[in-house]
């Protein structure tokens, strides 16, 4: 299995989907994002992430959740809140964020 693949569960679960537009400047953004990955995969209920990002500057990052309880508490959590002020003020022209449940799942193909 590929290790930028989240190790999900069988379904239902969350996916909170995070679509950004970087800014050009760094800013110190590389850095809180590694401590936000790091983070997030600490919390109760967080079941993996999946993250990429174009040349361009657009991103997306996919995480997973047990609920929406710990989805609402990993929002709140106090060094996530800084980090969502910082990209809302430095590193983000625009962002969108989705909170999915996840019915179904597959993957493929096998065997190799």
Sequence with gaps: MNSNFAQTPQPPYYAVIFSN?????DNGYNLMSEKMVELA??????????STRGADGFGITVSY???EESIQAWKADPEHLIAQ????DTWYSHYELRVARVERAYAGPTGR
């Design 21 to 25: 537009q970087r800014t050009v400047a």
């Design 85 to 88: 002020k910082l990209g809302k």
């Design 65 to 67: 959740w047990e609920s």
């Design 41 to 50: 995969l600490r919390q109760p209920g967080c079941l993996g992430a999946e």
